[in-house]
C-alpha cells in the first residue's frame, strides 16, 4: 500500500504539470472504485482552473477554484504523468484527468480500492479528513504532542504511531524502520515510554519519511512514480521484510511477529 512517502512523491510529481492548468476534460472508463466516482464529475470539471495541490496524510488534494478533488490512491493505485493523449488505457487505468496543457494524468488501480472525490466544503472538514491526526512531518510535531496523544494508550507503540488519530501517514513498513532507528520494541506499551525516548522516535520518524521521499519511496508491487519509474527506499531498509537475516548492527537475526494482523519486524537485541 502506498503511504505517506509514496504520496508525497506523487504530488510533486503531478503539481508541475497540473497547477495552472485547466481542466479539459476527465475519462472515466470505471466509477467502481472504493466509492462511486461521481456521475456529473465530467460536466463539473470541465474548463476548471487547478489553484494548487496540496497533500493531508495519504490523501491528494486539488484546488479547483470553485471545489476540491480528494484522491486516495488505495493498496495499489498510482497517478501517471503522460505528456500528451494516448489510446494505451488497459482495463486497471481507470480515469484520465486532461489538460490544457496537453498532459494527461492516468490513474492505475488494479485492486480498485483507491477513490476520487469531490466536495464544495472545505477538504478539513470532509469526513474522511476532519479527524485525522497531525502530520509527522510538521515543524510542530515533536516528543511532547506524541507524549500528549499516548497518555492514555495501553496498546503497543506500533499500532499507535499507525493510528491515524494520533498521528498520519506512518504506515507499517514506515512504523517498523522508525522504531529500529529509536531503539524501541514495537510490542513496547504506548503510554510507558518517556517523553525523552518519545523525542527520538519522532526524529526517527522524521528522518525515516524523509529518507524515503528523497530516495523515491518504496516501490513494491503496483506502485510507480508518476513517469513509470520506481523508488529505491526498499533497498535502504533496516528490519522490513529482513526476518531471519542479519541485523546490520549487530548480526543477530531479525524476529518477525504479528500485531494489529501486520507483519512486525524488529531486532530482539538493538530494540528494547
Not at 495499489?76 to 482495463?91: E, Q, Y
Not at 529509536?182 to 506499551?189: L, V
Request: hydrophobic letters at 35%; one cysteine or more.
Amino acid at each position: 500500500m502506498p503511504e505517506l512517502p509514496e504520496v508525497e512523491i506523487t504530488k510533486q510529481g503531478i503539481a508541475p504539470f497540473m497547477v495552472d492548468q485547466s481542466i479539459k476534460k476527465i475519462i472515466v472508463r470505471n466509477r467502481k472504485l472504493r466509492w462511486l466516482i461521481p456521475e456529473k464529475l465530467e460536466s463539473t470539471l470541465a474548463g476548471l482552473t487547478i489553484k494548487s495541490i496540496n497533500r493531508r496524510a495519504k490523501y491528494i488534494i486539488i484546488d479547483c477554484s470553485i471545489g476540491w478533488l480528494i484522491i486516495h490512491l488505495g493498496m495499489s493505485g498510482s497517478l501517471k504523468v503522460l505528456t500528451s493523449p494516448d489510446d494505451s488505457a488497459t482495463k486497471h487505468d481507470h480515469y484520465d484527468l486532461h489538460l490544457s496543457s496537453g498532459a494527461v494524468i492516468r490513474y492505475r488501480d488494479p485492486r480498485k480500492f483507491g477513490a476520487l472525490l469531490w466536495t464544495q466544503q472545505s477538504p478539513a472538514s470532509h469526513r474522511l479528513i476532519k479527524h485525522l491526526g497531525p502530520e509527522p512531518l510538521d515543524p510542530d510535531f515533536d516528543g511532547n504532542v506524541l507524549h500528549q496523544k499516548l497518555r492514555t494508550k495501553s496498546s503497543s507503540i506500533k499500532l499507535q504511531i499507525m493510528n491515524n488519530q494520533v498521528v498520519t501517514g506512518v504506515g507499517n513498513i514506515y512504523a517498523n524502520e522508525s522504531l529500529f532507528h529509536a531503539g524501541i520494541r514495537p510490542t513496547r506499551r504506548a503510554n510507558s515510554i518517556s517523553r525523552a525516548k518519545l523525542h527520538i522516535l519522532v526524529t526517527a520518524i522524521k528522518e525515516t519519511l524523509t529518507k524515503a521521499i528523497q530516495l523515491g519511496g518504496s516501490s513494491l508491487r503496483d506502485f510507480y512514480l508518476t513517469d513509470g519509474s520506481t523508488g529505491y527506499f526498499q533497498q535502504a531498509y533496516k528490519v522490513y521484510g529482513r526476518a531471519g537475516e542479519k541485523c546490520h548492527v549487530c548480526e543477530k537475526p531479525i524476529k518477525i511477529i504479528t500485531l494489529g494482523q501486520r507483519s512486525s519486524f524488529y531486532c530482539p537485541t538493538c530494540q528494547k
